[in-house]
């Protein structure tokens, strides 16, 4: 068990050694969405850039009010317009969005004002600056709005666009290639024979990469001879930026991954305190990173969010961010304590509290379907009734 790498610290090996894999490119804004942004965008202008009303009603100077004065209004203020200075004594009948005159410091709304004839009086003594939308209120000049690394929003496209932002430098998609292993594997679609299982890896790896809006630009299957492995990675490091695979990393006659690795490449660590997903397997193979998964389906999964995700984000341009975690109190005692961090498939009550699903083996998906999110574990850590723990929603991720 001591050889085992901590969690912790495998994270942090994968993010030091980890660097950006792909080139830059600038796009329409309009098609934008979900991109890496390659450049901070710093405001060219201030939003709003003048001061506007917030309210449809009248704009004054707050010292002119007086109890049941009546005010002329001396101009028509529709948003688009260019205001006059405002006549002093005087008010403007000003709609939402239209700019504030200059001389004007409030505005009241039209609820609020009687129309007595040809003028107006405002019964409610105003405060300077009611419903004003002050220059700069949103953005202002100069300030960075979106940083490089950041994954571009619909909010960010809406905002970028209010700055007047028509094209954004971005980083090309990253490819990615999968690999999966194991001769009793065969793809959907086909007659299951004695001892053979579906593929199921591969599509929930893809769909992982595409969830995370990187490119699957090739996918293998290797039969488990260390020739075969060595071939599919050579065709792998040609097309992709980082590879990842399923299956055939622990110790056994059959796993070849880890063997053709250290053939063709560097191993940098294998083995992680973790349950599931022990034996993964970071590499680097001619320049491309690589990364080992274990073939039991949630070790794949576990894996695959905690390390391949971070490796991807990073290759890809992305700020490396921790998943979004919350505490909660367990619903349940634990089993003993372990000497691996634990990721617990759970989820949350009705009364707030976490509740393990009841299968929680690596070769099992149901569960992981049938659950909210991980419940963290750490090493050492028995799971106590009402203690609380790390509890991270697979939508975080
Ligand atoms: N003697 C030991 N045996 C094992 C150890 C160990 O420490 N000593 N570790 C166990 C742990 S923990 C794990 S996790 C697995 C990981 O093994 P591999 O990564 O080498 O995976 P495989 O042996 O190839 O497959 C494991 C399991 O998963 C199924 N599998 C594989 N690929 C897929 C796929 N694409 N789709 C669906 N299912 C897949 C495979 O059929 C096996 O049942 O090793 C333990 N053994
Ligand atoms: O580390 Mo394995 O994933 O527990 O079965």
Redesign the pocket.
């Known amino acids: 068990m001591s050889t085992l790498l901590a969690f912790e610290d495998a994270l942090e090996e994968i993010k030091r050694s980890a660097s950006v894999r792909v080139e830059q490119q600038t796009i329409p804004l309009i098609t934008a969405v979900g991109r890496i942004l390659a450049m901070d965008v710093i405001a060219g202008l201030s939003v709003p850039p003048h001061d506007n009303s917030a309210m449809d009603g009248y704009a004054i100077a707050c010292t002119d009010w007086q109890t049941g004065k009546p005010f002329t209004v001396s101009q028509r203020i529709a948003a688009g317009q260019h205001p006059q200075p405002l006549t002093p004594g005087t008010c403007a009948r000003i709609f939402t969005g239209a700019n504030i005159p200059n001389g004007a410091n409030t505005v009241i709304m039209q609820e609020n004002a009687q129309l007595s004839g040809e003028k107006v009086v405002f019964n409610e003594p105003p405060e300077q600056g009611d419903n004003i939308r002050p220059k700069g209120q949103d953005v202002q000049k100069g300030q960075t709005v979106i940083n490089a690394g950041e994954k571009i929003t619909p909010m960010h496209i809406g905002l970028l666009s209010s700055l007047g932002v028509t094209d954004v430098t971005v980083y090309k998609p990253l490819k990615v290639g999968i690999l ?3 001769d ?2 065969i793809p959907a679609g086909e007659n299951l024979k004695a001892g053979q ?6 599509p929930m790896l893809s769909a992982l990469v595409i969830q995370a809006g990187h490119h699957v630009s090739h996918c293998i299957h290797a039969a ?1 001879t260390l020739e075969d492995t060595k071939a599919a990675l050579k065709t792998l490091t040609q097309s992709c930026d980082v590879i990842l695979s ?7 006659e ?2 070849h ?1 880890k063997g053709a690795l250290e053939q063709l490449g560097k191993v940098h660590l294998w083995k992680i305190a973790i ?5 993964l397997v970071h590499a680097t193979l001619q320049g491309v990173p690589f990364l ?6 949630s ?2 999964l576990v894996t695959y969010h905690w390390f391949a995700r971070l490796l991807l984000a990073i290759c890809s341009g992305q700020i490396a961010e921790r998943p979004q975690s919350y505490l909660v109190d367990a619903g349940f005692n634990g089993g003993k304590a372990i000497q691996r961090d634990e990721f617990l498939r759970v989820s949350i009550g009705k009364d707030g509290l976490a509740y393990a699903h009841s299968q929680q083996s ?2 099992a998906l149901l569960a992981a379907c049938e659950s909210q999110g991980y419940l963290h574990v750490k090493a050492n850590t028995q799971v106590e009734y009402g203690c609380a723990y790390s509890f991270y929603p697979f939508s975080g991720f």
């Open positions: 999966t292993t194991g009793e594997l299982i579906y593929n199921s890896n591969g488990d399923s299956g055939g990393v622990s110790v056994g059959e796993d991954v349950k599931p997903g022990k034996p080992g998964l274990p073939g039991n389906p070790s794949t690596s070769g």
